[in-house]
């Protein structure tokens, strides 16, 4: 053969041998990374510039050195890279370095094994070794493609993607070995001798180089793993004390609740005590006692007690009941009580607000004013109840000669708790309760402040309006001040 012919021939051999490297590169980088989709999305790109390197490699190769052109091919593989995945330079020669290394080491692997057959064969055809050599490179990626662990990637290099200290630790064992592999593959004894020392030399500083970046590298990785550790523990921290305040606050609820419903049992079992005494006490008088003695018994009452005055009956009996005990509680403390009924309440029972809702609005209400009265200094000691038909409308009024409410008392109504008479037994279940009971059926609430205690007048008045309106509004003499607290969803007007 010609030396042209020769000189054609290795330059395809060369291609041939720097192509399947470039590509098998590109594809073990894809491979470490895990990154299935790039070739499809960028397979024209890679063509043109893989065979454009390929060329400028070959080139560099003849011109000046082999060793060059392994860096040369390293270096623009990188940026081929770096551009089709968008990773940073470094990272990207990082990755390339490594994936070049083990392609030359494959493709060593197979050289000798070709070297092998071939001199078993006494076989010395160009084209076929190389064909050979290509073949048995190929399989062999192929089989290191499967393996289980490099099949879904590399996980330590990506996990260490933005580890700096990591990179320069790699790349510096890679480039030791890659340039161990140029120089002992592309020179002979005589010709390393005279740069031996530097060899030498820049071998014990890339040692200590390496010993280096390890103490850092793995002091990095002590304090990224501590660091997650507190993380994780603060987390489990975090999340133990939501599920305490979790805890804390379902109890808080249930006790609220629990409270409102003892507060409620209170009024019904005061009631009902209060009727059981009264039926003991007259079938023990219808038992027990001659007629003479029960005339004389009446009069002695007569002269020494005030007799209640027969109220109104709803006709509805445990509404009936309440507002009997709610009259006998008003004598026991001196305090004068009226109810003017309008209208028929069993209809108001059945169609605006449960009984047992309204046995409970009338028993809070009139208990409240109870204790208002006796916080007073008001000679006037007077409650009277409306409950009916007010104005066209089904309502429940309540007006005393009391104290009036503390201005923070009523903004927190329906709130909080709130009570102005802790010291008399007083928890605010009671209003808590009410305005449960008016959001339920999206009644307003009224209340109006006549102003200070006066002999001859009403202070206030609570009224509940089925309007199905939901307000809470306050009809005030000193609805000035009032405003001044900025009260929040409450309708303050001047009275």
Do not use: W
Not at 283 to 293: G, L, P
Not at 386 to 399: A, E, K, N, P
């Amino acid at each position: 053969m010609s030396d042209e012919g020769l000189i054609i021939q290795d330059y395809i051999i060369d291609f041939i041998r720097i192509l399947i490297i470039c590509v098998l590169t590109i594809i073990t980088n894809l491979k470490i990374l895990n990154l299935k989709d790039i070739i499809k999305k960028n397979l024209l790109k890679l063509i043109i510039l893989i065979f454009l390197i390929n060329n400028f490699c070959i080139y560099i190769q003849n011109i000046i050195n082999p060793a060059i052109s392994i860096i040369s091919l390293n270096f623009l593989l990188s940026l081929l890279f770096s551009n089709i995945t968008g990773n940073k330079i470094g990272y990207s020669i990082l990755i390339t370095t490594l994936s070049l290394s083990i392609n030359y080491v494959i493709y060593t692997i197979s050289t000798i094994v070709c070297f092998i057959i071939f001199k078993a064969m006494d076989g010395n055809n160009k084209s076929i070794i190389i064909s050979t050599i290509t073949l048995i490179d190929i399989i062999i990626m192929l089989a290191l493609y499967k393996i289980k662990r490099f099949s879904k990637g590399i996980t330590f290099l990506k996990k260490n993607k933005n580890n700096e200290y990591f990179e320069i630790l790699i790349l510096n064992v890679e480039m030791t070995f890659l340039l161990a592999f140029v120089i002992f593959t592309n020179a002979n004894i005589e010709s390393m001798k005279p740069i031996f020392v530097y060899i030498v030399i820049f071998s014990i500083l890339m040692v200590i180089t390496i010993q280096k970046l390890l103490q850092l590298y793995y002091k990095q990785e002590l304090l990224r793993r501590n660091t997650e550790e507190k993380e994780k523990e603060l987390k489990n921290k975090n999340k133990e004390l939501q599920e305490k305040d979790k805890k804390i606050e379902k109890l808080e609820k249930e006790n609220l609740e629990l409270n409102k419903k003892i507060h409620s049992i209170n009024y019904r079992q005061d009631s009902l005590t209060y009727k059981l005494n009264t039926l003991s006490q007259k079938s023990e008088i219808a038992e027990e006692i001659d007629i003479r003695d029960r005339i004389n018994k009446i009069s002695k009452v007569i002269e020494e007690e005030k007799i209640a005055i027969e109220l109104t009956k709803t006709n509805i009996e445990i509404i009936d009941d309440m507002l009997r005990y709610m009259q006998s509680e008003c004598i026991k403390n001196n305090i004068d009580f009226e109810l003017k009924i309008n209208g028929n309440i069993k209809h108001m029972a059945k169609n605006i607000v449960s009984k047992e809702d309204l046995e409970i609005l009338i028993a809070t209400l009139i208990k409240n004013a109870i204790i208002a009265i006796n916080y007073s200094d008001n000679i006037n000691k007077s409650i009277l109840v409306r409950l009916g038909i007010i104005d066209g409308i089904y309502s429940l009024y309540v007006y005393d000669t009391g104290i009036e409410f503390k201005i923070e008392t009523l903004l927190n109504l329906g709130i909080k708790p709130s009570t102005t008479h802790a010291d008399n037994g007083g928890t605010g279940m009671g209003f808590m309760n009410t305005f449960d009971t008016l959001n339920k059926y999206k009644a307003s609430i009224i209340i109006k402040e006549y102003g200070e205690e006066s002999k001859d007048n009403y202070t206030k008045a609570i009224i509940i309006k089925f309007d199905k309106n939901n307000n809470y509004k306050i009809n005030s003499y000193r609805s000035d001040k009032i405003k001044e607290k900025d009260p929040k969803n409450i309708i303050v007007e001047k009275l």
